[in-house]
């Protein structure tokens, strides 16, 4: 019998650490604390605000602001619709662009969002960037990183715990969480991001902002103009991955389902 127990307990472990993607319904496995993923994610937050520059652009500024805090309003509101309040436990939102010519953004555990300079110029508009926004948000709520950090610590250290790794490896746990949150492409560590999640994001991205009040139709001009740019764009904005037509096409096909919210958004922006 003591030959079974490991797999017994292994196989509990994963149980306990499975848990449902909303809206998707995808099972997934996510084998660290969100306590421990948001403790990780304040302080890596906190470390990058004060080695990058803030922006001062008062305007600009402003509209990262509020286009955060309608799609954080319409997230909580649908969560809460589907029972999940849950996974939004803990969070500390703050929306905050720096200063880069790199067109990127991303949201870490807890909401905490950082937006590129450089992506304004493919945004365009308030709701270009409210497209943007819903996506990088909708990776978070579907913990998406806790999934990229969980299969990182399963496949390359074995399963053990964050709290260990950060003791016995911390610069390979670093390593592993600036993949998981695309803050590591100039270290080349970045994770290649994975069609399904690139595809939950624009799904549920969709749906928070036509709550938000922001027109869903415009994410398929955002992602023209994001996939004209070349290579240029960071892995999270690569655009071969997903393959450009298919996703412009995944997109047409959710508008149905999107549109509603946006056509009994309380107010349209
Ligand atoms: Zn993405």
Same mark, same amino acid.
């Given at each position: 019998?003591?030959?079974?127990?490991?797999?017994?307990?292994?196989?509990?472990?994963?149980?306990?650490?499975?848990?449902?993607?909303?809206?998707?319904?995808?099972?997934?496995?996510?084998?660290?604390?969100?306590?421990?993923?948001?403790?990780?994610?304040?302080?890596?937050?906190?470390?990058?605000?004060?080695?990058?520059?803030?922006?001062?652009?008062?305007?600009?500024?402003?509209?990262?602001?509020?286009?955060?805090?309608?799609?954080?309003?319409?997230?909580?509101?649908?969560?809460?619709?589907?029972?999940?309040?849950?996974?939004?436990?803990?969070?500390?939102?703050?929306?905050?662009?720096?200063?880069?010519?790199?067109?990127?953004?991303?949201?870490?555990?807890?909401?905490?969002?950082?937006?590129?300079?450089?992506?304004?110029?493919?945004?365009?508009?308030?709701?270009?960037?409210?497209?943007?926004?819903?996506?990088?948000?909708?990776?978070?709520?579907?913990? $998406?990183?806790? +999934?990229?950090?969980?299969? /990182? @610590? *399963?496949?390359?250290?074995?399963?053990?715990?964050?709290? &260990?790794?950060?003791?016995?490896?911390?610069?390979?746990?670093?390593?592993?969480?600036?993949?998981?949150?695309?803050?590591?492409?100039?270290?080349?560590?970045?994770?290649?991001?994975?069609?399904? $999640?690139?595809? +939950?994001?624009?799904?549920? /991205? @969709? *749906?928070?902002?036509?709550?938000?009040?922001?027109?869903? &139709?415009?994410?398929?001009?955002?992602?023209?103009?994001?996939?004209?740019?070349?290579?240029?764009?960071?892995?999270?904005?690569?655009?071969?991955?997903?393959?450009?037509?298919?996703?412009?096409?995944?997109?047409? +096909?959710?508008?149905?389902?999107?549109?509603?919210?946006?056509?009994?958004?309380?107010?349209?922006?």
């Amino acid at each position: 019998m003591r030959f079974y127990r490991p797999l017994i307990l292994s196989v509990a472990f994963f149980l306990v650490s499975c848990s449902t993607v909303p809206l998707t319904g995808r099972r997934q496995i996510n084998i660290i604390p969100a306590g421990q993923m948001m403790s990780m994610s304040f302080q890596q937050y906190g470390d990058f605000l004060k080695t990058h520059e803030l922006s001062k652009d008062r305007r600009q500024v402003a509209m990262v602001k509020r286009v955060g805090q309608r799609i954080q309003a319409a997230t909580e509101t649908y969560m809460a619709e589907q029972n999940m309040s849950d996974r939004l436990a803990g969070y500390d939102w703050a929306f905050n662009l720096v200063v880069s010519p790199e067109p990127n953004a991303w949201c870490m555990p807890g909401g905490k969002v950082v937006i590129y300079t450089g992506i304004l110029e493919y945004t365009k508009d308030e709701t270009g960037l409210a497209v943007v926004m819903g996506h990088e948000i909708a990776h978070a709520v579907a913990k $998406h990183g806790n +999934e990229r950090m969980s299969q /990182g @610590l *399963i496949t390359q250290m074995g399963g053990i715990a964050l709290s &260990e790794a950060l003791k016995n490896k911390p610069e390979q746990t670093q390593a592993l969480w600036m993949g998981a949150f695309g803050l590591g492409a100039q270290l080349g560590v970045m994770l290649p991001y994975s069609r399904t $999640h690139e595809s +939950e994001a624009d799904h549920l /991205g @969709l *749906i928070f902002m036509a709550m938000a009040g922001y027109n869903p &139709e415009k994410a398929v001009s955002f992602w023209q103009r994001m996939n004209s740019s070349g290579g240029g764009a960071p892995p999270e904005f690569l655009s071969t991955h997903p393959a450009h037509e298919t996703r412009i096409r995944k997109i047409h +096909e959710l508008l149905p389902e999107a549109m509603p919210y946006y056509q009994s958004a309380p107010q349209k922006y």
